[in-house]
Structures are given as C-alpha cells and as structure tokens.
T-cell receptor, first 110, second 119 residues
Framework: DAKTTQPPSMDCAEGRAANLPCNHS???????VYWYRQIHSQGPQYIIH???NNETNEMASLIITEDRKSSTLILPHATLRDTAVYYC???????????FGAGTTVTVRA | GAGVSQSPSNKVTEKGKDVELRCDPI?????LYWYRQSLGQGLEFLIY????????KSGLPSDRFSAERTGGSVSTLTIQRTQQEDSAVYLC?????????????????FGPGTRLTVT
C-alpha cells in the first residue's frame, strides 16, 4: 500500500472549518483514500472515503486533487467533540487489514 | 443499535500470567477483526474471522496469542505467558463483509478497546 504523510498536529477554532491535508504521492490506480478518526479512549471511527471524485457525507467532505497525489478532509463546522487524531490511509477496497500511521492530532478550541 | 463492546476495558496483569480479552460484535456482522494499538506502532492487524473460522491469522505476533469465535458472535483473544511488550490497547472490529468471495466493501466498526498493561 502507498504511504501517506500528514502534519502531526493542528488547531482549529470552534465553529470554523477544519482543513486536514494528506499527501499520498505514490497512490496506485486501484487504491482509495480513506479517513478515520480516533477520539481519546475510543476505537477508530470511519469518516469518509473516495477514489478520485470529491465526496461529501454528514460528517465531512473529501477533496482529492486531479492527480490523486494529495487530498484534504474538511470538517465544515468544527465542534469541541471533533478533537481527535485523524488518520489518512490509502488502500485497495478488498484489503481488510487497516493500518494507521501517526495521523494528525486535531484540537478544536472554544 | 448497540455497537461493538469489549471487556474488560482495562486489564493489569503480571508478566507470565494468561489473559483473555472478549469482544461482542454488532449483531449480524459475520466478519470480526482483532487489532493491537501501541504507542509508536500505530494500528496493527492481528486476526480476521469470517463466521467461526479464521482465514487469516497472519498478524498474530507469536504462538502465545490465540483467538476463537463461537456461534458466529463473541470472540475471545487469549494471550498466554504475557510479556511486557504485549502491553497495548487491543481493539476489536466487526463488519457485514462476507469474505473473499463477497469482497470487503463494508466499513469496520470498532469497539472501545481493552487496555492491557503487563507489569
């Protein structure tokens, strides 16, 4: 699987949009971009995934660049409960073995 | 509905003792996964169950680790003769996936984990 690079941490003001970047320059054509988050003392939680088109669900939006070498997860109106570690991974759909790196620690401040 | 539950939430044990960790998956989820998460190591896959069988045990770190699943539901991860390097958070996840024939397109839902500390 291709590796990803994320900033180690970022702060965000409550109510503002949080934009989380991820680089995956070696992504293969059959690999999807997935985002998960892990709130303290909880298990990881799926957020969103995409192949090449931008995606939106009730939690977030995913913007993938045309060359698919990077993506941005957007939390449109961050709340204090969005404080968590966010993981960006790339994987083929049939690969059930999830593997996370260090992720980005996002702190939402009032 | 109820999510994935795990017990105990915390376990402190002495080196050399055996421990059992329990996972109750979401009802109806036939696929069950065990992972380990430790500082500096990220998320590490251990084993995958489809029903009561384990087609992939490749992530179990040694023969001290074993797991079983009964009735297509509850799973138990057993660590024998625990070592300090076994200290970690052990996570269980389940999904609706039906295995290699059906593909893995459903999301995995994780439990809160069991924090194991070996002293």
């Amino acid at each position: 699987d291709a590796k990803t690079t994320q900033p180690p941490s970022m702060d965000c003001a409550e109510g503002r949009a949080a934009n989380l970047p991820c680089n995956h320059s070696t992504i293969s054509g059959n690999e999807y971009v997935y985002w998960y988050r892990q709130i303290h003392s909880q298990g990881p939680q799926y957020i969103i995934h995409g192949l090449k088109n931008n995606e939106t669900n009730e939690m977030a939006s995913l913007i993938i660049t045309e060359d698919r070498k990077s993506s941005t997860l957007i939390l449109p109106h961050a709340t204090l409960r969005d404080t968590a570690v966010y993981y960006c991974i790339v994987r083929v759909v049939n690969d059930y073995k999830l593997s996370f790196g260090a992720g980005t620690t996002v702190t939402v401040r009032a | 509905g109820a999510g994935v539950s795990q017990s105990p939430s915390n376990k402190v044990t002495e080196k050399g003792k055996d421990v059992e960790l329990r996972c109750d998956p979401i009802s109806g989820h036939t696929a069950l996964y065990w992972y380990r998460q430790s500082l500096g190591q990220g998320l590490e896959f251990l084993i995958y169950f489809q029903g009561n069988s384990a087609p992939d045990k490749s992530g179990l770190p040694s023969d001290r680790f074993s797991a079983e699943r009964t009735g297509g539901s509850v799973s138990t991860l057993t660590i024998q003769r625990t070592q300090q390097e076994d200290s970690a958070v052990y996570l269980c996840a389940s999904s609706l996936d039906r295995g290699l024939a059906g593909g893995f397109s459903y999301e995995q839902y994780f439990g809160p984990g069991t924090r194991l500390t070996v002293t």
